[in-house]
């Protein structure tokens, strides 16, 4: 069996944005309970034993943990490279200043447009100039600089302006992902799946950009999985590489499975009642779709099977509520139907504006529950 090199810690979803693409679940009410110091410290240390090299922080903020600094130093004296995912708000210089010492590797400040406005807009609060502050001082600090937008309908067509602030900001790596339907941008989907034209002018610009800054700052960019003709791989498979730990202790094959475990006729697997390696090794969860003896047809007799491995389990559950479901976006897939009338609607030039749903503040409480006894 393969063994995972990289934990996401989404370590709480407590977040001052208000982002209505947020792939964060919809029921945050369920995720209050977070881990405590411990409790991370003891999932840390499992990690490193299963063989993990990667620690990416995130949230929600992660920067609203007051224990952030201590999870990165622990993180870094047992061997794993460590990044935060933040969206720089918090990320003041004292802090930043605890947090290069502690040995954090490494940095990724979210950004929403090129310009106050717009970003103000769709992060629906003020945050812009705050941003490129905290970029300013990952730079100064000496950290390699990732930024990462969210491309959609609303701030695609800035996407020239957008590549000029990287490179205003010396950004070493910029990563233009379209957004993926789930959580609450699976709410807001109608709002935010670009057209067709827009996607066209936006490809082109990014190449012209690519060829003109070459190596000096490497341009990532992620098409929307439902103009393609095959499904994304699955996190390179379900649970082959990499996993995710949610808040409350989850343990999950990839960052949106939470919304699909109820459906899934499996328990789920938690932090707090079973090791990492137990979880990785023999839960049915992640042993659900693991391998392709799960898959139907045309899956099961495709040869690109060990290419895109089915496609996304939580995309197939979303759009058809079985998760073991060929992914909707295949051509080859019954489904496919559900992708095209989306795309369909997005390339209508009549259709009326709608409202976009802010993704909502969640409260939270900090576990102060014994590590290893279930709160």
């Known amino acids: 069996m393969d063994r995972p090199f990289a934990l996401l810690a989404e370590v709480t979803y407590a977040c001052p944005l208000h982002c209505p ?59 794993m490279y460590t990044n935060l995912i933040t969206s720089g708000l918090g990320f003041a210089i004292r802090r930043a200043e605890q947090l290069r010492d502690a040995g954090l590797d490494h940095v990724q400040v979210s950004i929403q447009a090129d310009f106050q406005a717009l970003s103000d807009r769709i992060a629906g609060t003020p945050s812009f100039d705050r941003k490129l502050v905290a970029a300013r001082l990952v730079k100064r600090l000496g950290w390699p600089l990732t930024l990462n937008v969210v491309l959609h309908r609303h701030n695609i067509d800035r996407i020239g302006g957008i590549l000029e602030m990287a490179e205003a900001l010396q950004a070493d790596r910029i990563e233009l992902a379209n957004t993926q339907y789930y959580g609450w941008a699976g709410r807001n989907r109608a709002e935010l799946l670009p057209s067709r034209e827009q996607l066209e002018r936006s490809e082109a610009t990014v190449r012209s950009v690519r060829e003109r800054v070459g190596e000096r700052m490497e341009i990532i960019y992620v098409i929307p999985d439902y103009y393609s003709r095959y499904p994304k791989p699955c996190m390179d498979g379900w649970a082959r590489r990499q996993f995710t730990v949610a808040p409350n202790g989850d343990a999950l094959p990839c960052p949106v499975a939470g919304d699909l475990v109820d459906g899934l006729g499996v328990p789920g697997a938690n932090v707090r009642d079973h090791s990492l390696e137990w979880i990785w090794a023999q839960s049915p969860l992640f042993n659900r779709f693991r391998g392709d003896d799960w898959m139907p047809d045309p899956c099961r007799s495709c040869e690109r099977k060990s290419i895109d491995f089915g496609g996304c389990r939580c995309q197939a559950f979303a759009l058809t509520g079985d998760a073991a479901r060929t992914d909707p976006v295949c051509h080859l897939s019954a489904d496919r139907g559900l992708v095209s009338a989306a795309v369909a609607a997005a390339n209508d030039p009549s259709r009326p504006p709608g409202t976009l749903i802010p993704r909502p503040h969640p409260g939270r409480t900090v576990s102060l529950a014994t590590p290893g006894v279930r709160a």
């Open 21 to 79: 693409y947020c792939s964060n679940p919809l029921a945050l009410e369920r995720y209050r309970d977070e881990l405590s110091t411990e409790e991370w410290l003891r999932v840390l240390a499992q990690a490193a034993d299963l063989g993990v090299l990667q620690v990416h922080l995130s949230g929600g903020e992660p920067m609203q943990r007051h224990d952030i600094v201590e999870l990165v130093r622990t993180a870094n004296q047992l061997g």
